[in-house]
Structures are given as C-alpha cells and as structure tokens.
C-alpha cells in the first residue's frame, strides 16, 4: 500500500519531513515522538511566545537552533523581511532567560519597564469580593462544544470557598451560565468593586457564546464587560514579567509564586479524557464519580492558582512602587446601560410583554399565531444581540499592544513614516512602511489606531513595496501610529426600526388582519 501511495504521487522516494508543531498536537498518539525529536535538535519553537513567521525569519539569517537565539547579539544586525526587530529582539531575551534557567536549575524572572495601559498597570485594587474562575470544556461534544464545568473560588469572611457547577447537558449548561451571572450580581451589590479575574481569554469568551447560545443574561453580562469586571491575568503577566518557561501557561508559572496543587497532574489529565470521552460518545452516565472528583479538584486548583497569581503579582507591585516607579490602576467601566440603550429598551419591551403575554412556555402547545408572535417577540433584539460580537471584538484590538497586532489578520503592525505623498494640510495622505506579516487590509478600509481611534482611510497598499498610504482623519494629521487596525460595523438601525413598525402594527391589529406587512406576517406565520 506505501509503494502503491508513493508511485501514485509520483515519487518512490519519501519527503523530507520535520514535527512541526501545530494545533493538533495535544490530541497527537506521536506528540511524544515528536517533543523528543525537538528537544533533541533544541528547536526554536521551544521559545514561549516565537511564532512561525519569525522562525522562518531566523532561519534565514543562519540562527536554527534556541540556544542560537538566546546568544544573538544585540541589537539585530540586520533588518528583518518578517516581523520587526523589537518583536524579534522580544523573542531573542525570551531564548536568553530560558537558557540561564535552565542553566542554573532554577527558574528565573525578571520585570519589565512599566507601559501605561498595560501590565501591571491593568491590576485593579485587590477588593474582598473578589472571584476567581475557571471553565472545564471539550469543543468536540456535540455540534457546538461543551462547557461542562464552571468553577469559581472566593472568600466569604476571609475563609476560601469554591464552587464547582456542572453541565453535562444543555439545561445544565445554561443553568451554570444563568448562577454564575446571578452570583456574580448579586455579590456586586455587597462588594461593588469586585472583579472577576480569569488567566487567559477562554473565560469571557465562553460566558459570550452561552448568553449568545442561549439568549438569556444578556444585558447582565453586557454591563459586566462594559463595567471591566473581568482581568486577565495572562494579559497582565505577558507585558509585565519576562521568565524562563517554556510556555506561559499557569502551570508552568506556579514555581514562582510557590503555589502547589492539590490534584496530581498525570492523574488529573487521564480522569480528563477519560471524562471527555463520555461525553463525546453522549454517554453522561458512564462518567466514574472518582474521576469527576478528579477534575473538580483540578478545576478548584487552576482557580485558587490564579488567586495566588493575582497576590504574587500585586507584591510585585509594591516592590516597583517602593522603588519610586509609577504604576496606576486601570480606570473603572462604565456602570449601567447607556443612555441610547435604555431608551430603546424603553420602546421593546412593552412590546415583547404585549405579544408574548398568552404564549405558552412550551413550543407544543402554541398556536401557529401565538409562535409567530413568540419570533417577532425575540427578532426585536436579534440585531443588538448579534452586533455585540462585533464590538466584542472591536475592543479587543484596542487592546492589544502593537507586538501582539502583528498577529492579527486586522492589524498591521511596524509603520515607519516615510512622506506625506498626498491629501491637504487637515487631511494629509501620509505612506508608511511595513514588514513582512499576513494582514487582511485592502484599499477603502478605515482604519484605527491603537486604543480605537479613528485614523482614516486606506488609501492604497503595496504588500510587494511594503508600503500603505493612509488617508487621516483630521484630528489625527500629526500623529504617527507604529500599528493600525480594520474595524467595520454596518448599522442595524433601520432593520431594528422596520421590526418595532411590524410589532407595533401586530399589537394593535393582530398576526392576520389587513395587508399591511402582509408578507412579513405570513412568513412569520410559514403561510
């Protein structure tokens, strides 16, 4: 059969090949094979953080190796074709603290300078109320995943308390969405300053597709994002500290701030997949009581962890403050809705309360007429609902620094001013140059600065020339951004305002009277 498949693509002389590493290899039989084989040759990708574009870049300068990298000196002798030489220098002190940790057998960290926005200068004052979480979920159960576990630890009266809510189907999966929420409210209005701290960004996210999976909580968890209850603390440590680990995955970092788990890791990871495995085969019942146990061990461990995080980070802190370095605390969020929010929400809801006032819970025992009120009822909020993934993202990549834009199809990072080539005086169309990444930015685009400020325009872009000319918006002719951003949100407001005339016409003369939206009426009523 081999020789069957090397003469049917033409060679009976196998590629060479190389393990790469990629996304699948935490599921890979060979990933062990493979670790070793990069272990042995001290394969760059060993780096935290070095992505494949600059690898490639360092290999074509001759550094092939970890330990190369760690000794490259500095600063670059060469002007990279991919990447910039601040990220690769980032990369290159990254080699050089895993090479003196593992040199010495101890790990070793070291701060880095403080940058407004950033770091250390995101942690909030530490409040008695606060909650640290943590989810357990197996993207392949079912279509759309499973979060099957939300675990939260927090103190009542100084004494720590955890609490591990399990889903092991959709009602239980929307259940532990709709506690954690209430909980979270509830516990605002003892200790409003209260934060939610989580390490890594698979938290918030989660909490985003059960509202938008489900429908419920929405604008409970609208006005913890918009408030800044959540803190990253990955996001915290990636701009703040550099240390030698080899990746900057909690577990990893526990060493430095002496915390020590409860749950053994070997056995916590086969009662995971063991327990994962159930419910990928929809087989809940033949999860082992001892390996749930496990697991929620494991999941009250990676919370507690993160408390501990927060505390060791917060000394480190004080030890920068006590050197006479500023370091702030991030402004509070917004509280409440908005204004344009709360009027809207002033016009749907008697709405939704009039044509949904006699629709029976169960979608069995509707009316053909009562479910198609029941759909008009809930697509009044269809387009607001879906457009908060939008601006979702649209703060996100305010939020990240140029180093981490570089990566995002959206933003294109590295902009050395070259000339104003065009434009007027207010509106200049200045060029810019760029290196070598993969961004999704054609000309017409608008285009925001860092932190979202409106820029401009793009005006053209050569990838062959590594050149783009921007169109600046007014208030932004003098300034220079070294990265930029794509951001586009096409209004809903005249379709929003189409289904509140369509409501408003069914609550006055019900789903069958007269012509008027006569089409609309009858697909909501499958005519």
Known sequence: MKQGLLGAIGTDKPAQTYPEPTSNCDICNWSTRCDKQRRDDDHLCLVAGITSMQIAELKDHGVTTATALAELPLPLQWKPERGSKETL???????????????????????????????????????????????????????????YLLGFHFREKGEPQYRGL?????????????????????????????????????????????????????????????????????????????????????????????????????????????????????????????????????????????????DWLEAERTKLLARGIEVTRPEPGESGPSEGLSEWLERITPLIEQLTADVPVDPEERTAEQHARWLLANLLEWHR??????????????????????????????????????????????????????????????????????????????????????KKASAMADEHPVAVFVHEHVPSKPMQEALVRLATHVCEHGMDEGETYQAARDMLMRV
Request: proline fraction near 3%.
């Open 89 to 147: 220098t980032r990369v290159r002190e990254q080699a050089r603290i895993q090479l003196e940790s593992r040199a010495s057998g101890e790990l070793r960290y070291e701060l880095l300078a403080p940058v407004a926005g950033f770091g250390l200068n995101c942690l909030p004052e530490p409040c008695e109320g606060d909650i640290f979480l943590d989810f357990e979920g197996d993207s392949f159960v079912g279509q759309h995943g499973l979060e």
């Open 166 to 310: 399990w889903a092991l189907d959709r009602a239980g999966e929307k259940a532990a969405f709709e506690t954690f929420i209430d909980f979270v409210l509830e516990r605002r209005k003892v200790f409003p300053q209260l934060h939610v701290y989580h390490y890594g960004g698979y938290e918030p996210g989660a909490l985003k597709r059960l509202m938008g999976r489900y429908g419920t909580r929405e604008d409970d968890l609208d006005s913890l994002l918009r408030g800044l209850v959540f803190v990253d603390l990955l996001s915290v440590v990636r701009h703040s500290l550099r240390a030698g680990v080899e990746s900057y995955s909690i577990k990893k970092l526990e060493p430095l701030y002496g915390y020590v788990r409860d749950a053994s890791l070997p056995d916590a990871n086969l009662a995971l997949n063991r327990l994962q495995v159930s419910l990928e085969l929809n087989d809940a019942a033949g999860i082992l009581p001892e390996d749930k146990q496990t697991v929620e061990v494991y999941n009250r461990d990676d919370c507690v962890s993160t408390e501990a995080l927060r």
């Open 385 to 470: 609902r879906e457009e908060k993934a939008t601006w979702w993202e649209y703060f996100r990549l305010s939020d990240l620094s140029a180093d981490e834009l570089i990566d995002e199809r959206a933003g294109l990072a590295g902009l050395t001013f070259l000339e104003t080539v065009g434009g007027t005086a207010k509106c200049p169309i200045d060029r810019y140059s760029f290196p070598v990444q993969e961004a999704d930015i054609r000309a017409g685009k608008g285009l925001r600065a860092q932190g979202g400020l409106t820029l401009g325009t793009v005006e053209d872009i050569s990838r062959e020339q590594r050149t783009i000319d921007i």
